[in-house]
């Protein structure tokens, strides 16, 4: 077990040290240039553009642009282009505000799909199976910025209530209470949205799980014995249909970052997501390689924890 | 018995299985309504796309998605076009705007009917170059997953690949050199392994070449596992920004950033299929390699691979539609649906049919293909079908 | 039931019931906007960007100026008429420096020249000639004595092939002779050609300067011309700009502000290592003296007329950001002194100046607020508090407004349209300063020729693009200058539209219909690319008007969209293009030197489309050197006049800025005697409908005005 995490970390790190390169890379051979910041701007000198070359360390090799990057990353010291902020005191900021949004989806899909999946799958074929299948579907289909929109419309219309941003503006001289209650409406309709194809993929994961499981021989076998189906479903079928899941646990991390970058550019969130698009269209090199490389640590970590799960719950495996 | 035709032979019973389970597959999918419908509106898009390639094609298309008239903009779908402004060369071609015209007065249904068959190119690349990549990835991780890779393959592989990225950067004169640097050690290790096979000749000094490394399954498999690492759809977005923005790039950056499931399944389809009897019986007659993967092994794998190829399409849809929404879709004078829904958005108040039209569009036909993906896998399970 | 059916059902009904019973906690929008006395207190606009660096002399972005703006405060502004007046400068002096060394070639020696111009200056045999005016307007002379000094200077040595060239050190002696200094009442840029009337012709270019230098080291006779324009230019004109600073004003820190924060903020763009974008603009100053705690004296190094204007720019508190600020800051952050600068410091996110807001907060991507200055020395804004929402979606910005969650947003032209129609709102409009153009690569034979580019013009339907595009937010522009200033000629009639016309032109140029009725010439196709950057609405369907209104008269173009950054580095820069749609905003100053001079058409410069011409050359220099306001107008109009004839862009319109704002925001007036008087909000004549904001207020309900106003 533990010789199993060391051999396993360290594969990581080479994992990880090949994704720097590969993003580095991406990002740094692209063509056009981060500091053409506005060189349309007949303010702007060439000696100026060449100033901000030298400032980011752009006039020097190649490699030397690599070690100067992750050595200012490891020690801190790493800054924006686009406004000189550090780089990592920005993320930290984002980053809390995708939490946010990401724990309530996660709550949201993983409270909802059991249920959906396990009901789907109890009664296969039946009008609740089929019109949920349907659903799953419609909702990993229906283009996410379409379908935000139409939501915003319809509350906004009907309900006349603000629903962008993190909190309604100007709440700050509210009590802390209402302060508390207007965030969490503010995080209903962005975090449902981004949860939309996890409940989808998820509802259908657990109802195929579950299928699987209540044809086994065992709960045949419970059956017979007389048990009530509720009883032979939701707690001998259930408990063994949730096993993957809880490696799963690990596997979800990764979408802290993920496609959240049109929902949050929607919603006005200052998330992770939009930091990354801003920093793509200002070609802020620092802020994008960052967030890859923090987006790739995610997963190398998640499923890392999801093997050590694995095996914890799963005592056949031994690695 | 020749093993020529004993392969054949055993070709054409496999076929009639093939055959036998294609029928019950049939029996299992047609069973299935949300399925059906979803093939049956998969068709409809497919001949829709076809239509709509050969109305809007070429110099005078019968439909021209690009025509503009400025005085004929934002009008209701069923408006008819005014006389007296629009030069009859100009005209629509029923008479009325059938989906209406957005803020340059051109013909939404032009445009769509050429939507859909960009939008259909764009899933169709896409997941055609994933699923190649994915197959031969695959392919060579499964079935030659366990030789070692000696360390001239990767000398050579890392040298050309140092040759290409100082290509990429304007380093010219570097490029040639590592270029030539590479062909050099390529030839020399090609020229001692003939030696050192067929002459038994073993120069001690060169022997560091033939260290093994790590197997080809692990060096690929960990390839994946590196690409996995990316947050997919912010890589395809700053590679597609970092582009200059075209059609083929957007086709490109989508199909290589999706070929690691096929990679996965492909491979641990073939690790499984390697070991089935009829593999190893046509190893044990010398057919070759080649012949072994594409005649035997890629048609029992298949049926997977179509189920995703399948639904990655939706995906490729959706993925251009979130990219046209950020602005980095498919750009003119290629109309998708993706960029006429996000360029109608912004008149979603004085328009709305610019929004509905394309987003329900899209909506139901990623939605067939979804159903349709569905239906087909579990037609093709054998577990699910057993019940 | 079993616990875990039970579970599995009641938990997800539970948080939903959870999270949607949040929505009886928030405020209507009716309760936020109407309902809410606070909140006609405060502006809110709205952007789709966050800005960057909140600090006058490094920003570069419109998010930060408009911001910056609000804070700081520069020495001059322009008033309603786009004159200067005077802000934190009460007012301003402009006289001339002007320095020639003796021509010992020519004859006389210093006390004769002296002699020379005084007896001049006194016949009346000169007056009316612009000799005559020259004279006149000298109000001192004064003969500086012969000099020696040696200087040490690097420079480069002669670069071999791809290497990095040495750096040498040169030592150099300079004996310069005896120096004449006038000290002039007006900046004269003619006052050396008309002395030469007096002096003897080439009296200046014929002054020897290389004989009194000497270079120690030998082999560098190639640099001595170099040497002798840094050492011993023949003739100097130093402007020389007096402020008379005003007294009693505050930053928002209750310091007083002074003479040394103008100094400071001078000397803090010059510093490299700040890396101001405004570093250009302040090189032409020789050096910038104290002349007293409200006196500043700033003298240039040439006659450059635009560098007056760049002190609109905001005046730093020193007392904030000088050494001893900048290190003591970096101790308490733990980082190193030497390198911790003007750019790391944390003023930059909550910065301090004299302007009418003073800052409160910002969060990143959320909003900057801030609050009135109440000690703001013209009188402190009716707005309590203003605030910059970063919403970066339109739609939902639109969707804010109308839930008056916001006063203004970026308001697109159809909204315009609707929204002007419509009771709780006012429609402003009115000319921008800037211009979209289509530019033709003169570098390309088959743009060469003038006729070619102006038929290609005249196929375009200009008026249609500004009716259908543009729904009548655009005016058309004739010429790169501000439309509402006076530099604008605005008797230069624009191009008609005209195919049959255009295709005459083309055929006189050798353009010919072939049978396919496609342009040909000697048998080569006109067919070309016609590019644009991408996340332009606009100028996207401009691309396609443009390709459409070509091909109708035979013209085969190929299109392109290309993303920004690219669209610069690969095309524009390069010069890697056949022809190009693109916008130009501009100051209202009219030096076009980068835009248009010919010595700027090298990759990386601004003069990409390659426009060559001496007569604008001439002017064009003479513009930015010409303090007279009179005189500067005429050379413009002239300009304006060659650039409409070579049509090296087609010019096709300048836009309107359009702006939406709630009825109820008005200009409150609070007279001295305590009455309040209101008034609609008008666009100033250069269409500024801001400009009295800092007098703006919200009534609760929608006013009635006097007929008579």
């Not at chain 1, 909190?167 to 939309?196: E, I, N």
């Not at chain 2, 890589?235 to 790039?249: C, D, E, M, Q, S």
């Not at chain 3, 006609?40 to 911001?67: C, K, M, V, Y």
Request: glycine residues 8%; charged residues 20%.
């Amino acid at each position: 077990m533990f010789s199993f995490a060391v051999r396993s970390f360290f594969q990581k790190l080479i994992t990880l040290f090949f994704i720097s390169v590969i993003s580095f890379l991406v990002v740094y051979l692209a063509p056009g240039e981060p500091s053409q910041i506005d060189p349309m701007n007949p303010k702007f000198t060439v000696e100026d553009l060449e100033r901000f070359r030298q400032e980011f360390n752009l006039d020097k090799p190649l490699h030397m642009q690599y070690y100067l990057y992750y050595k200012n990353l490891f020690t801190g010291q790493l800054k924006s282009w686009k406004d000189n902020q550090p780089v990592l005191g920005k993320i930290v900021e984002r980053f809390i505000n995708s939490l946010w949004l990401f724990i309530v989806g996660t709550v949201i899909t993983w409270c909802l799909s059991f249920p959906v999946g396990i009901q789907a799958a109890i009664n296969r074929g039946s009008v609740f199976d089929r019109s949920t299948t349907f659903f799953a579907y419609v909702l990993i289909s229906i283009p996410s910025f379409f379908f935000a929109y139409m939501l915003i419309i319809f509350v906004v219309k009907n309900f006349n209530v603000p629903v962008i941003g993190m909190q309604t503006f100007g709440m700050s001289g509210a009590g802390a209470f209402s302060q508390v209650m207007d965030r969490m409406w503010h995080l209903v309709l962005p975090s449902v949205l981004g949860a939309l194809g996890g409940i989808a993929l998820l509802s259908r994961y657990v109802r195929a799980q579950m299928l699987e499981v209540i044809h086994q021989d065992y709960i045949r076998t419970a059956k017979a014995k007389g048990l009530s189906s509720d009883k032979v479903y939701y707690k001998h079928a259930f408990r063994n249909a949730l096993l993957p899941f809880v490696t799963m646990f690990g596997l979800i991390l990764p979408g802290l970052i993920g496609g959240s970058v049109i929902i949050e550019s929607i919603f006005a969130w200052p998330g992770m997501g939009r930091m990354g698009y801003e920093a793509i269209l200002a070609r802020d090199y620092p802020i994008i390689l960052t967030i890859n490389f923090i987006a790739a640590v995610l997963v190398l970590a998640g499923t890392f924890i999801s093997d050590v799960l694995y095996m914890v719950v799963d005592p056949r495996i031994r690695l | 018995m020749s093993v020529k035709d004993r392969d054949i032979k055993e070709l054409s019973e496999g076929l009639a299985g093939e055959v036998s389970r294609f029928s019950e597959a049939w029996g299992i999918f047609s069973k299935n309504k949300l399925a059906l419908s979803g093939l049956a509106i998969f068709i409809a898009f497919f001949m829709i796309a076809v239509s709509g390639f050969f109305l809007t094609a070429g110099e005078e298309p019968l439909l021209d998605p690009a025509k503009v008239r400025l005085s004929e903009k934002l009008l209701r779908p069923f408006t008819s076009f005014d006389v007296e402004m629009v030069r009859p060369e100009d005209r629509p071609v029923f008479g009325i705007y059938l989906f209406g015209t957005d803020d340059l007065g051109r013909d939404i249904f032009a445009r769509m009917m050429q939507g859909a068959w960009v939008s259909l190119t764009v899933g169709f690349v896409a997941v055609g170059i994933s699923i190649a990549i994915g197959i031969i990835m695959g392919g060579i991780a499964g079935y030659y997953g366990m030789y070692r890779m000696k360390f001239m393959h990767l000398l050579c592989m890392f040298i050309f690949l140092a040759s290409g990225i100082m290509y990429a950067s304007a380093e010219n004169g570097g490029a040639f050199i590592m270029f030539m640097a590479g062909t050099v050690c390529l030839l020399l290790s090609v020229g001692y392994y003939f030696f050192y096979t067929r002459r038994g000749a073993d120069i001690p000094v060169f022997r560091f070449m033939f260290f093994e490394t790590i197997t080809a399954d692990s060096f690929i498999m960990r390839f994946v596992d590196i690409m996995l690492c990316f947050p997919t759809f912010f890589l395809i977005l700053t590679v597609i920004a970092l582009l200059p923005a075209n059609i083929y790039n957007i086709m490109i950056v989508i199909g290589l950033t999706s070929w690691m499931g096929t990679t996965r399944f492909i491979r641990a389809e073939f690790l499984s299929l390697r070991e089935q009897d009829f593999v190893a019986a046509a190893r044990v007659m010398g057919i070759s390699d080649f012949s072994i993967i594409f005649r035997h092994m890629i048609p029992n794998a298949i049926a997977p691979v179509l189920v995703s190829a399948t639904i990655g399409i939706a995906g490729a849809i959706l993925t251009e539609a979130g990219l046209s929404f950020l602005g980095f879709g498919v750009p003119p004078p290629h109309a998708t649906w993706g960029n006429v829904l996000s360029d109608g958005k912004r008149f979603i108040f004085d328009a709305p049919w610019l929004t509905f039209i394309p987003g329900i569009s899209i909506l139901v036909v990623v939605l067939s293909f979804n159903l349709f993906g569905e239906g087909l896998r579990e037609a093709l399970n054998p577990k699910l079908r057993k019940r | 039931m079993m616990l875990v059916k039970r579970i599995l059902i009641l938990l997800p009904v539970l948080i939903f019931v959870l999270l949607l019973q949040s929505f009886f906690w928030v405020p209507t929008y009716d309760e936020q906007a109407k309902g809410n006395p606070e909140r006609l207190e405060e502006f809110i606009a709205a952007s789709i960007g966050d800005a960057r660096i909140l600090n006058p002399i490094l920003h570069a972005d419109a998010s930060s100026g408009t911001i910056v703006d609000k804070v700081f405060e520069g020495l001059i502004d322009r008033d309603e008429e786009l004159r200067f007046r005077g802000r934190l400068a009460e007012s301003w002096d402009i006289y001339e420096e002007a320095y020639f060394y003796v021509n010992d070639v020519m004859g006389p020696v210093a006390g004769q020249i002296e002699k020379l111009i005084m007896d001049a200056k006194g016949q009346s045999s000169y007056n009316g000639s612009s000799l005559g005016e020259s004279l006149q307007n000298i109000k001192a002379i004064e003969v500086l004595p012969a000099e020696t000094q040696a200087e040490e200077l690097q420079v480069s040595g002669p670069a071999v092939e791809d290497l990095k060239p040495e750096q040498i050190t040169l030592n150099i002696s300079i004996r310069s002779p005896e120096r004449i200094k006038l000290t002039l009442g007006r900046v004269d840029q003619e006052l050396f050609e008309n002395l030469e009337e007096l002096l003897g012709k080439e009296y200046f270019s014929s002054f020897p300067a290389e004989k009194y230098i000497d270079i120690v080291q030998s082999g560098h006779s190639g640099r001595m011309a170099e040497l002798a324009q840094k050492y011993l230019p023949s003739v100097e004109h130093n402007p020389v700009i007096i402020f008379n600073l005003r007294k009693g004003v505050k930053f928002h820190d209750g310091e007083e502000f002074d003479s040394g924060d103008v100094r400071f903020t001078f000397e803090s763009v010059m510093d490299v290592a700040n890396l101001s974008p405004r570093m250009s603009d302040f090189e032409p100053v020789k050096r910038l003296e104290e002349a007293g705690r409200y006196k500043v004296r700033v003298i240039y190094k040439r006659l450059y007329s635009p560098a007056f204007g760049t002190w609109g720019m905001g005046i730093l508190p020193e007392h904030l950001l000088n050494k001893e600020a900048l290190e003591k800051e970096a101790m308490a952050k733990g980082e190193e002194p030497g390198k911790f600068g003007l750019r790391d410091s944390d003023f930059n996110r909550k910065p301090v100046g004299t302007g009418p807001f003073a800052f409160r907060e910002w969060k990143s991507d959320q909003y900057i607020m801030l609050d009135r200055h109440d000690d703001y020395w013209e009188g402190a804004a009716n707005y309590k508090n203003y605030t910059y929402r970063v919403v970066p979606d339109l739609l939902t910005q639109e969707m804010e407004f109308y839930g008056g969650a916001i006063d203004s947003y970026g308001v697109q032209p159809h909204q315009v349209e609707r929204l002007g129609n419509d009771d709780a709102y006012q429609s402003f409009s009115g000319l921008s300063f800037g211009y979209t153009y289509i530019g033709y690569n003169m570098r390309r034979e088959m743009f060469s020729d003038k006729r070619v580019r102006k038929a290609l013009g005249m196929a375009i339907d200009v008026d249609k693009i500004i009716k259908y595009v543009m729904y009548n937010e655009a005016e058309r522009i004739t010429g790169p200058f501000v439309k509402q200033t006076d530099y604008y000629d605005a008797s230069i009639v624009p191009l008609p539209y005209d195919p049959e016309g255009a295709l005459k032109l083309l055929a006189e140029a050798g353009w010919k219909r072939n049978g396919d009725g496609r342009l040909e010439k000697e048998g080569k196709p006109f067919a070309f690319t016609l590019i644009t950057n991408g996340g332009n609405d606009l100028r996207k369907s401009i691309l396609a008007i443009a390709q459409d209104a070509w091909k109708k008269i035979g013209i085969d173009v190929k299109t392109d969209i290309v993303e920004w950054t690219v669209f610069l580095g690969k095309h524009v820069n390069t010069g890697n293009f056949d022809a190009l749609i693109l916008g130009w905003s501009m100051g209202i100053d009219p030096d076009l030197y980068q835009i248009w001079h010919s010595s700027q058409t090298n990759p990386q410069q601004l003069n990409f489309v390659g426009f060559e011409n001496a007569e604008a050359d001439d002017l064009i220099v003479k513009i930015r050197q010409e303090y007279d306001y009179d005189r500067q107008v005429q050379y413009c109009n002239k300009l304006h006049n060659i650039i409409a004839d070579e049509q090296p862009y087609t010019f096709l319109y300048v836009g309107k800025w359009t702006a939406v704002l709630d009825k109820k925001i008005v200009i409150l007036d609070r007279m001295p005697s305590g009455e309040e008087k209101i008034a609609k909000i008008e666009p100033t004549r250069t269409g500024n409908y801001s400009f009295y904001f800092n007098k703006w207020v919200k009534l609760s309900d929608n006013p009635v005005f006097d007929m008579e106003q």
